[in-house]
C-alpha cells in the first residue's frame, strides 16, 4: 500500500509528478492528455463565471460608486452602521439583496441557520463580531434573520438526541437544542415539515434570548441604547415577518421567556 499524502506533499512534489507521467507508456500518456484537455473545459466554464462576475463589478463601479463617490470616500475612513445583521448563509437570502442594504448600513456575520450561541459556549466567529459591532461600532439594533425551507433547521429537527461529534454541521446546530425541544413540545401534531417551520422562527427567538446572555449586550438593551429585533424571510411567498424583544417582558420574574413587541408583517 502506497503511504497517504497530504495535500502539501502533492504540491512539493508535483514536478516529480509530471517526470513520471512523461516516461509512462504511450496509452497513459494519452489518457494524461485527455484528463488535461477535460480539465481546461471545465476551467472554461469557470471563467465563463468569472466574466459574469466581472461585468457584474464594472457595472457596480460604474452605476453605484462612482455616482456615489463621496459617499464611498467617507466609507473609506471608516464605518457607522445602525444594524448588525446576523443571517443563514444560504443563498437564497441574501441580506442586502432582500432588504436593500447599502454599504455602509448593516455589519453582517451569515452562519448556518442564523444561530447565536450563549455567552458561555466559548469564542465562535459569530460572537467575535457581535463584541465588535456592539462595543467598537456602537451599533444600535442587531437583527436575526431566519428563512423557510433552512436546510440547517431540518437538520436540527432530524438529529436524534446524542450529537455526532464527526459533524461540524451538527455540532453547531445543536446551538438551536433548546428551539427543538419547544417545537417539539408545542407542535407535535404537526407534521415534520411543518414543525421545521415553527422551529425555524422558535431559532430566532432562542437566539435573541441567547444575545441576553451577553453582559455588554445586556446592559445595553437594558439602558435602552440597543435593541433586539427578529425576522423572518419567507423567500416561497416572498414575504416578511419582523418583531422586536421586549426585554423587560422576557425577564420578567427571572424567567427567560421571549415577550415581542411591535410585530409587522410585510407583503
Known sequence: MLPQMSFSDICRSN???????SAEPPALTQELKGAKQESIVEMGS?????????????????????????HFQALSKGQA????????????????????????????????????????????ETNAALEFAVNSLEVE????????CCGGIRALMSMQDEVDSSSFIRSWVIVGKNAKLSTKAAASNLSFDQQCTHCEKESINCSLLNLLTYPWI?????????????????????TFEKWTLDYKGSIMDGKNRVVVKNRLFWC
Open 218 to 238: 445586556e446592559e445595553k438593551v437594558k439602558k435602552g441604547v440597543l435593541s433586539l429585533h427578529g425576522g423572518y424571510y419567507d423567500f416561497v411567498d416572498c
Open 15 to 21: 514536478t516529480g509528478v509530471k517526470l513520471k507521467a
Open 46 to 70: 469557470g471563467c465563463d463565471l468569472f466574466d459574469e462576475m466581472k461585468n457584474r463589478f464594472l457595472s457596480f463601479k460604474k452605476h453605484k460608486y462612482m455616482e456615489n463617490l463621496e
Open 141 to 148: 439594533n442587531i437583527l436575526i434573520i431566519g428563512h423557510s
Open 81 to 124: 452602521p445602525k444594524f448588525m445583521v446576523i443571517a443563514c448563509a444560504d443563498s437564497r437570502v441574501c441580506p442586502s439583496n432582500i432588504l436593500g442594504f447599502q454599504p455602509g448600513e448593516a455589519f453582517m456575520v451569515r452562519n448556518v441557520a442564523n444561530m447565536v450561541p450563549a455567552y458561555e459556549s466559548g469564542p465562535s
